[in-house]
């Protein structure tokens, strides 16, 4: 496999500077570890002797999960750092904690932080290869390619496809980062969201916006549904719960309309608000998919970025 050698970056910092052959580079690889993830052993040597940090400054399920689970798929040595209870909480740095961690003989840094620009910051300051697993309302860089990559095994292509993104768009990272990544490919974006939940001018990023569900799922082959992230907002954004749930909620009359609608979502999921729970665990519904490829999307990442520092890496295939 070449795909370590067509892919030469130290870090993986958002989706926003990747190209679109470096996505596609990452999408193919994490085609490969699905494989390996459906095995009876799914456990590959690619990792061995490599020791990763899941620095999580940010509460999180799901992300830290699939990052601890990637890491030792691949045979990775695994460590994982919470900032409750830590230095942090005795007034430590985000540089100081890391290097600490770094000097531990850390190689990797998975990394969630609620500013945005952390793990940028890390990057510049530390050797080891940095992850950014969500920074504040910038990016979730592995959210954006397990849901591309989810799109892409679901409908066949990226291109040519209609997608519509529903919720609250301006707290959302991974909103940010399904755009970037959807945007290096010939696809159609709508936002659809009230508009206190829209960021100013995102037009500008070459989407469409609307303040009507309806209009927004009009010919979408795909809806990514948003969680409200009512712990980011300021009071007065919303009226009522009820009130988006009525307006913005995806139900199943929407689908009705909507057919051949694949139904996306990040989680975690407010059932009855964002979207009705029949929806949630219908036919049309990949959410847990997106959960599984999402380990396979991170092991990808983690032997892609690794890949790097040892000449003529290879995928291997072969179980330990």
Not at 141 to 163: F, N
Request: aromatic fraction near 4%; charge should be negative; hydrophobic fraction near 40%.
């Amino acid at each position: 496999m070449n795909d370590v050698r067509r892919f030469q970056r130290k870090h993986l910092l958002g989706l926003e500077d990747l190209t679109r052959e470096e996505i596609l580079t990452i999408l193919d690889t994490a085609r490969s570890f699905r494989e390996v993830l459906d095995r009876p052993v799914k456990k590959v040597p690619s990792l061995r002797g490599v020791t990763v940090c899941n620095a999580f400054f940010e509460p999180s399920t799901r992300t830290r999960l699939s990052f601890e689970l990637a890491e030792k798929r691949l045979s990775g040595d695994v460590i994982n750092f919470s900032s409750s209870g830590s230095s942090v909480s005795k007034g430590e740095t985000l540089k100081d904690t890391v290097r600490n961690i770094e000097a531990m003989a850390v190689d990797m840094v998975v990394i969630r932080h609620g500013a945005s620009g952390a793990p940028h910051y890390l990057a510049r300051n530390i050797d080891a290869r940095v992850i950014n697993a969500g920074d504040g309302f910038h990016e979730h860089p592995t959210q954006g390619l397990l849901d591309l990559y989810t799109m892409r095994e679901k409908r066949g292509a990226l291109d040519g496809l209609r997608v519509a993104i529903v919720g609250d768009i301006a707290h959302s990272r991974v909103a940010r980062s399904n755009i970037w990544g959807l945007k290096k490919f010939d696809t159609d974006i709508a936002l659809v969201g009230p508009q206190t939940l829209l960021p100013a001018e995102i037009e500008r990023l070459g989407v469409r916006v609307t303040h009507r569900l309806e209009e927004g799922l009009e010919g979408a082959d795909v809806v990514v549904v948003l969680r409200l992230q009512l712990e980011r907002m300021e009071s007065g954004l919303l009226p009522t719960l009820r009130e988006y749930a009525l307006r913005f909620g995806l139900g199943r009359e929407d689908l009705e309309r909507q057919p051949q609608l694949l139904v996306m979502h990040p989680g975690p999921i407010n059932r009855g608000v964002e979207i009705e729970g029949e929806v949630a665990d219908g036919p049309e519904s990949v959410i847990l998919e997106q959960v599984a490829n999402g380990v396979a999307v991170r092991m990808a990442v983690c032997f892609l970025i690794w890949g790097n520092v040892r000449s003529g890496a290879e995928l291997v295939a072969e179980p330990v």
